[in-house]
């Protein structure tokens, strides 16, 4: 899903790019309820409180046993400048980047995807000009593992038409 921005941002920017697929592909921001903005603030200020109480060194490793209990573990393990990118990467919003790539783009979702929610794939498809969506039902964030057989022949049937062009 990462690698869906990266993809967005370039195509966007690079005219030789000449076919894009994005597979269950990140970009879109996701609209969050009060109950997130509250359990992200109330950890910040718990965050400050215990650097106050306990100190730096302290605080951090008690948070740490917290995020890894609660965060994905890739932040878990990032270092701090490495947090506050993949923070700062993740609430960005690609929507206004998604009508500037101009090539064709095959989006692949899985129906079941909580992560990156088929919604998200109907934004991408009706904002990128020249985009085609193909959802696998029963499939999650990982469609092309838990749907291998029809990935691959969407894939060759996707590829086949842009070689033909």
């Not at 573990?73 to 990467?89: E, F, G, Q, T």
């Not at 129906?111 to 929610?117: F, K, R, V, Y």
């Not at 193909?134 to 029809?150: A, E, K, M, R």
Request: glycine share 8%; with cysteine; aromatic share 10%.
């Amino acid at each position: 899903s990462f690698g869906g921005r990266v993809g967005i941002l370039y195509a966007s920017r690079h005219p030789e790019v000449k076919a894009m697929i994005l597979v269950d592909a990140a970009g879109i921001k996701p609209r969050r309820s009060f109950g997130y903005y509250r359990k992200v603030y109330t950890f910040k200020a718990i965050k400050r409180m215990m650097y106050l109480i306990y100190g730096k060194s302290k605080a951090e490793r008690k948070l740490d046993a917290r995020r890894a209990k609660a965060g994905s573990s890739d932040y878990a393990s990032a270092s701090p400048m490495m947090r506050r990118i993949l923070s700062r990467v993740v609430n960005e919003d690609l929507t206004d980047r998604l009508p500037l790539v101009k090539v064709p783009v095959l989006l692949v979702w899985g129906e079941n995807d909580t992560a990156t929610p088929l919604s998200d794939a109907r934004t991408m498809e009706r904002l990128i000009p020249d985009a085609g969506l193909v959802s696998f039902p029963g499939c999650g964030h990982y469609s092309f593992l838990d749907n291998p057989v029809q990935f691959a022949a969407v894939l060759r049937s996707f590829l086949g038409e842009i070689a033909k062009k």
